[in-house]
T-cell receptor, first 111, second 115 residues
Framework: KQEVTQIPAALSVPEGENLVLNCSFT??????LQWFRQDPGKGLTSLLL?????REQTSGRLNASLDKSSGRSTLYIAASQPGDSATYLC??????????FGSGTRLLVRP | DADVTQTPRNRITKTGKRIMLECSQT?????MYWYRQDPGLGLQLIYY???????NKGEISDGYSVSRQAQAKFSLSLESAIPNQTALYFC??????????????FGPGTRLTVL
């Protein structure tokens, strides 16, 4: 059974810092890995999708990497801003097209 | 207007009541999903549907049922609500354009409290 783990569970940093969020998964038979952002009272917003054959994806200040063989992904956020404060969820799409989610990292960027 | 809408957004009910949560989408997607999120946890899949005639159980389907009334509508029912079904419920859609690039689009969520 696929399991997705995110570390740390919570993170507080001062504005301007670069930071890394970690995600690990137990079964490498995935189609893709996705990072989502969740704001309080709102749904999830897709940030980045990395196909299983890819190593990384970039969008603005965000860079996500994937090492499928070791079951790991990282989300790198450069020059963090208070507006980046949210919960970040990692999810893998398994062979039956289901998304399996981690429990998230709650990020607070202090002004 | 939002592409994926959920009604109601908030609901408080009592143990034993039947509750229906509704989801509508204007994205024209075939696939729809219902998830549950408990505080501090990720999302768990309750049911999913790949087209109008296809309904599948997810990880935690016990105590829930669904109806896919049309391509655009997917409803979740709690037949007899119990307090441990208190959670945030999300509906999502996807267009199945390809397994490697398939992503999901989420509604804003329904916060359900069962007393």
């Amino acid at each position: 059974k696929q399991e997705v783990t995110q570390i740390p569970a919570a993170l507080s940093v001062p504005e301007g810092e670069n930071l890394v969020l970690n995600c690990s998964f137990t079964d490498s038979a995935i189609y893709n890995l996705q990072w989502f952002r969740q704001d309080p009272g709102k749904g999830l917003t897709s940030l980045l999708l990395i196909q299983s054959s890819q190593r990384e994806q970039t969008s603005g200040r965000l860079n996500a990497s994937l090492d499928k063989s070791s079951g790991r992904s990282t989300l790198y956020i450069a020059a963090s801003q208070p507006g980046d404060s949210a919960t970040y969820l990692c999810a893998v799409m398994d062979s039956s097209y289901k998304l399996i989610f981690g429990s998230g990292t709650r990020l607070l960027v202090r002004p | 207007d939002a592409d994926v809408t959920q009604t109601p957004r908030n609901r408080i009910t009592k143990t034993g009541k039947r509750i229906m949560l509704e989801c509508s989408q204007t994205k024209g997607h075939d696939r729809m999903y219902w998830y549950r999120q408990d505080p501090g946890l990720g999302l768990q899949l309750i049911y999913y549907s790949f087209d109008v005639k296809d309904i599948n159980k997810g990880e935690i389907s016990d105590g829930y049922s669904v109806s896919r009334q049309a391509q655009a509508k997917f409803s979740l029912s709690l037949e007899s609500a119990i307090p441990n079904q208190t959670a945030l419920y999300f509906c999502a859609t996807s267009d199945a354009r390809g397994q490697y690039t398939d992503t999901q689009y989420f509604g804003p969520g329904t916060r359900l409290t069962v007393l």
